[in-house]
């Protein structure tokens, strides 16, 4: 039983959300329900700037999303009609089919050749399109030749007059989605996507078009396609083999429960092989340990670079005991070095770059872990991109960990554990890991943030700098700063993590906080209309550019900063961070407590939705945990009205920093308590000769190891 309500009963208990939200604009022609929640024009102490306005643009952007310029509607009205013309069409070219399979049978062989064969290739199409326009193979390979060229502009080209010509084939459709996406024309990618899910509504169909919606923040049904989508995974996942039609990784964004992400993750590893290839795994002999000598680790990474999970790892290599372990750190990225990556390479005791030796195949891997005779493997990207799922999959090593590099389980059994906590793996939620979750006593991150911060924070004087990274005006600027009279929250996630649940709640806190902004992080123009325009909706003033700015300026804005230059002035323009709800933001949240921001976090049933609960937690403040929407927004509310009570937050959350006393940054403390993990895994495996099951850590002191 889900112990959270899915998506339909949070859609009926979410009161607020569904009373601002009165009525539907309108229903896409294609079928896809996508719902227009709107509040009254009229906002009690609130004036809304250019309503008008920004009700015209919402209607434009209905418009060109939901009017198909290839008229589905019609389609489905004069169907027979059309496959009669269809008919027709390919009766005439029936007599040179021959010569049209002939054409098309040599480009294709050509263009995998060198660049003159690849412009033979486009010759030969083009003259075959001369000969033959109404050739949908001929086009549908002339668009394939100028997409893998880059030349996406032509592709939609021949691929639109081949959809017209059979506007049933939804290969085809799929196709304008990807380069209609590539040429970063998002309304006509996300129409195209709505079409071919309307004439073939497949599960992965309808995940992709909920993924351009996240990627876009169009809120527009999300809630009737998310519980749709839900629904239709569920069923996938039963079939034998299981299926899924999205990645673990795309789950965690959305109210699927732990359980069904144990499920997805499954499936998953049926889908990419690691099932099969376990089941063709070789059976090795391990190495046997007998307390004494010393035991070698093994972690396997893409990403010992500039990288989430590179930013965690920098440091901790140097503080493994090398009287007790043997470090090996196995890189399997095929993208240059930097200077993480340099760092890492200098802290790590056997640095293994696997392109720099020739090969980083599944084979190669494994017989480095062979070869070195490696204990226990930590696999820092598990299904992730570049990850090496199938490596685990064989079991080179005894014993097998999951860590970091994606927040639930991998739903294979040949990892024997993962590295958790007691905030973000509750003991009833053991049954939902097919791996043996190991609880560590503070957070299962690490952040060393030295490299980003000073301690204190530096002080930034020069504020021109700062202000040109705001869209599309900066806050109010004083002397040294910001203009303290206005109260930030903020929030710098990847934007798909941001869905209607959240905006609403920041919207409420911005509506009841007099003086507040919003700062959300910048991804571009689409995404920032869309939102400005939500925030429309609610009557939050976006829009103000006259002389009336510093004393109401803008309720939401957003910057442009990222990488080290982001990181080092969070903690100069933010006071109160608010956390995304199914997906946190794990290094973001990091990066708050680091600057002495406080937050607000309300935890889901997933790793990916407890990690900022377990950072408050290991940081000595779980009141920043809300347990509701409705708490969420009071505490919002509250600590944006008695900002005496942030500020000193603030102070001891950076008090505690600078005096080393929050475990959340304690490096050594943390390599402690995992290597005294690993050893009683070893313990377990090699002595006591018993199965793996839940590991509890003992607590270190700061004395226990210094």
């Known amino acids: 039983m889900?112990?959270?309500?899915?998506?339909?009963s949070l859609q009926r208990n979410n009161s607020r959300l569904v009373k601002l939200f009165l009525q539907v604009l309108i229903i896409y022609s294609i079928g896809s329900l996508f719902l227009f929640w709107k509040t009254n024009d009229s906002v009690s102490g609130f004036n809304y700037v250019n309503s008008e306005e920004a009700k015209a643009l919402r209607r434009w952007i209905v418009h060109q999303v939901s009017d198909n310029e290839f008229r589905i509607d019609e389609w489905k009205r004069n169907k027979s009609e059309m496959e009669e013309k269809l008919k027709m069409e390919r009766e005439k070219l029936l007599p040179f089919t021959s010569e049209i399979d002939s054409i098309v049978s040599k480009s294709e062989q050509l263009k995998r050749g060198d660049n003159q064969q690849k412009e033979e290739a486009l010759s030969i199409l083009m003259k075959g399109k001369e000969k033959f326009p109404n050739s949908m193979d001929i086009l549908v390979h002339l668009g394939g030749w100028f997409y893998d060229n880059k030349s996406y502009s032509e592709a939609i080209q021949n691929w639109k007059r081949a959809s017209e010509l059979n506007p049933y084939d939804n290969t085809i459709i799929d196709?304008?989605?990807?380069?209609?996406?590539?040429?970063?024309?998002?309304?006509n990618s996300l129409k195209m996507a709505k079409v071919a899910c309307d004439l073939d509504p497949q599960a992965w169909r309808l995940a992709k078009v909920l993924e351009m919606l996240g990627k876009y923040n169009i809120f527009e049904g999300f809630f009737e396609l998310t519980a749709?989508?839900?629904?239709?995974?569920?069923?996938?996942?039963?079939?034998?083999?299981?299926?899924?039609?999205?990645?673990?990784y795309r789950a965690l964004h959305m109210p699927f429960t732990v359980e069904e992400v144990r499920d997805i993750s499954r499936a998953w590893s049926h889908?990419?092989?690691?099932?099969?290839?376990?089941?063709?795994?070789?059976?090795?002999?391990?190495?046997?340990?007998?307390?004494?000598?010393?035991?070698?680790?093994a972690y396997i990474s893409p990403d010992f670079r500039f990288h989430a999970v590179g930013i965690q790892v920098v440091d901790m290599f140097q503080f493994h005991n090398k009287d007790k372990f043997e470090v090996y750190c196995i890189d399997v990225s095929t993208v240059d070095p930097d200077f993480i990556f340099e760092r890492i390479k200098e802290n790590c005791q056997h640095f293994i770059h696997m392109v720099g030796l020739g090969s980083n195949s599944n084979h190669e891997v494994i017989k480095q872990l062979r070869d070195n005779e490696i204990d226990i493997a930590i696999d820092l990207a598990l299904t992730t991109a570049g990850g090496k799922p199938h490596v685990f999959a064989q079991r080179p090593v005894a014993i097998q960990i999951a860590w970091l590099g994606l927040a639930c389980t991998t739903g294979m059994k040949e990892y024997d554990y993962i590295f958790g906590d007691a905030v973000v793996n509750p003991e009833e939620y053991d049954k939902y890991y097919d791996e043996n979750v190991v609880v560590l006593p503070n957070s299962y991150h690490i952040f060393n943030h030295n490299r980003y911060y000073g301690n204190p924070p530096p002080q930034w004087e020069d504020w021109d700098k700062v202000e040109k990274l705001f869209r599309p005006k900066a806050p109010p600027m004083e002397k040294g700063g910001l203009n303290k009279k206005f109260f930030h929250f903020c929030n710098f996630q990847n934007n798909e993590r941001v869905t209607p649940s959240e905006f609403h709640a920041w919207m409420e806190i911005l509506r009841r906080t007099p003086d507040s902004i919003l700062i959300l992080r910048h991804h571009g123009k689409l995404n920032m209309k869309?939102?400005?325009?939500?925030?429309?909706?609610?009557?939050?003033?976006?829009?103000?550019?006259?002389?009336?700015?510093?004393?109401?300026?803008?309720?939401?804005?957003?910057?442009?900063?990222s990488g080290s230059d982001h990181i080092s002035i969070k903690g100069s323009i933010c006071d109160m961070y608010l956390d995304a709800h199914y997906y946190n933001g794990h290094s973001n949240g990091g990066d708050m407590i680091h600057a002495g921001v406080p937050g607000l976090t309300f935890p889901w049933q997933t790793m990916a939705s407890r990690a900022v609960a377990s950072f408050y937690t290991t940081s000595g403040h779980p009141e920043l945990i809300t347990n509701s929407w409705d708490d969420y927004i009071e505490k919002g509310v509250y600590y944006g009205t008695h900002r005496e009570e942030t500020y000193e937050l603030k102070r001891k959350l950076v008090e505690k920093r600078l005096n080393n006393e929050n475990?959340?940054?304690?490096?050594?403390?943390?390599?402690?308590?995992?290597?005294?993990?690993?050893?009683?895994?070893m313990k377990r495996y090699h002595i006591d000769k018993t199965p793996a099951k839940r590991l509890v850590v003992p607590k270190r002191s700061k004395l226990d190891y210094k």
Request: aromatic share 8%.
């Open 2 to 8: 889900r112990e959270i309500q899915d998506v339909k």
């Open 175 to 187: 196709n304008l989605v990807l380069a209609y996406e590539k040429e970063k024309d998002y309304v």
């Open 663 to 681: 475990p959340l940054f304690d490096v050594p403390l943390f390599v402690a308590h995992i290597e005294d993990a690993m050893t009683i895994m």
């Open 271 to 297: 889908i990419d092989g690691s099932a099969s290839a376990a089941g063709r795994a070789e059976k090795y002999d391990y190495p046997r340990w007998d307390g004494q000598r010393k035991i070698k680790i």
């Open 530 to 561: 869309h939102l400005l325009m939500t925030a429309e909706d609610y009557g939050i003033i976006t829009d103000v550019k006259d002389e009336r700015y510093d004393t109401q300026p803008n309720r939401v804005v957003f910057t442009e900063a």
């Open 228 to 248: 749709k989508l839900i629904t239709l995974t569920n069923e996938e996942v039963k079939k034998t083999p299981p299926r899924t039609p999205i990645h673990p």
